[in-house]
């Protein structure tokens, strides 16, 4: 895989301050040595903080700030992710005892709570680091996506048998595609910042594949697919990979744990990672549906959930990455046409070079879809 090399970034020594008031709130030991911006995902602000025991050992933590234009009840989101930690922490240590490695924990905070209100508010929690991995951006190779799907899989095993009523759902239509299509329909027709005309091929595109928006959810009303507790963010960076031995060994990024369909999970993961394309690469000649990968993903993926997938859920899974890449193309291209509201960008049409990316995707996967669900079915059978 491709590193993310920009992943930590340095900070001032106010900000550095201000990362070590959070952590001082927070039931961890030693003192504070320093801190680090972390690049992760287009949503909330993420922080390293260093700290050093009284036997001189330094710990990493993770401190992140929750986004509350993006979750508008972050305790609800809070709530989830407590959930879902010890829920996996328990299965992890009682259940499958062989898996060992590194889970996804939080530290308690002033309050007894497992969050703390930030000195100029917002909702902070504190997480361990995961040591001696990285995440990355673009899989190289079927070994990597294979470790990744697998380890996805892994994920909806372990919470295969958490309730979904335990669960909140904090982003209502999350998975909606037919909504996130009519909200689009709803932001073309103001056209608040007249973007509109110069999008208007990709408009079209878009508008041409109304008919498949409501694929999935259908299957669920007609008693098809079940509803399950799904990660609902499952893209390949989402995933920490052992630095030395390429390994998958945890995945993060638990905000969008809520009740939902598998197929957006695995959907998620073919639309990050069969691309060798960065999701904002301008260059759209690089954004391909590399077969290869797709079959690892497949293969990581059933190994891990085969057992519980139903036969319509797998027919599906090629289908999945179509619909997928086409909601979140939907989403970036809604919010271009907003103002960039939404996704943080980092220069000028942002967000329209990822909704560009995500739609040649689309594209890539219409022209291989036959065999990739093929592919999909010629592993179940061979499993059976
Ligand atoms: C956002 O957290 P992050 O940046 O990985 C978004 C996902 C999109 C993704 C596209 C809460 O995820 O839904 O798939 O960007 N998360 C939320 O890269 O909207
Ligand atoms: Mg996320």
């Known amino acids: 895989m491709v590193p993310n090399e ?17 952590g001082n709130q927070f039931a961890i030991q030693g003192e504070y040595v320093e801190g680090h911006e972390i690049e992760s995902g287009h949503i909330n602000t993420t922080y390293m903080a260093t700290y050093e025991s009284p036997d001189g050992v330094r710990y990493r933590y993770i401190l992140q700030r929750i986004n509350q234009n993006v979750f508008k009840n972050p305790l609800a989101v809070m709530r989830n992710v407590e959930c879902v930690t010890r829920h996996i922490n328990w299965k992890v240590l009682r259940v ?72 909140e759902e904090t982003i209502p239509g999350f998975h909606d595609t037919p909504q996130r299509f009519q909200r689009l329909m709803q932001v073309a027709d103001e056209d608040p910042l007249g973007r509109l005309e110069s999008v208007r091929s990709e408009f079209e595109f878009i508008q041409s594949r109304e008919g498949i928006t409501g694929v999935l959810l259908k299957l669920h009303q007609e008693g098809k697919i079940p509803e399950r ?36 999970d695995f959907g998620d993961l073919v639309r990050s990672a069969v691309s060798p394309a960065e999701e904002d690469e301008r260059d759209l000649s690089k954004v391909q549906m590399r077969m290869p990968i797709y079959e690892a993903l497949v293969e990581g993926y059933l190994d891990a959930a085969g057992d519980f997938l139903n036969d319509m859920e797998v027919d599906h899974l090629a289908f999945s990455g179509k ?29 329209l070079d990822r909704a560009r990316t995500q739609l040649t995707l689309v594209a890539r996967i219409e022209e291989q879809e036959e065999a990739m669900v093929k592919f999909a079915q010629k592993v179940r059978r061979g499993r059976k």
């Open 96 to 167: 499958k005892k062989d898996l060992g490695g590194q889970t996804l924990n939080l530290y308690p905070g002033r309050g007894g709570r497992f969050w703390v209100e930030g000195p100029n508010g917002g909702i902070w929690r504190c997480y361990n680091c995961i040591e001696g991995c990285q995440t990355y951006d673009v899989v190289e190779n079927t070994r990597q996506a294979y470790q990744a799907a697998r380890a996805f899989g892994s994920f909806q095993d372990l919470v295969s048998d958490l309730p979904a009523s335990e669960l």
């Open 6 to 22: 920009t992943r930590v970034n340095k900070v001032t020594a106010e900000v550095s301050e201000a990362i070590s008031l959070i």
């Open 323 to 351: 619909l997928i890449t086409l909601e979140i193309g939907i989403r970036f291209l809604t919010d271009y046409l907003e103002g960039d509201v939404y996704f943080k960008t980092q220069r000028e049409q942002h967000n």
């Open 229 to 264: 507790v799904t990660h609902n963010d499952t893209k390949i960076n989402n995933v920490m990979i052992d630095t030395e031995t390429d390994a998958a060994v945890c995945v993060i990024d638990l905000d969008t744990v809520m009740p939902g369909l598998s197929l957006y």
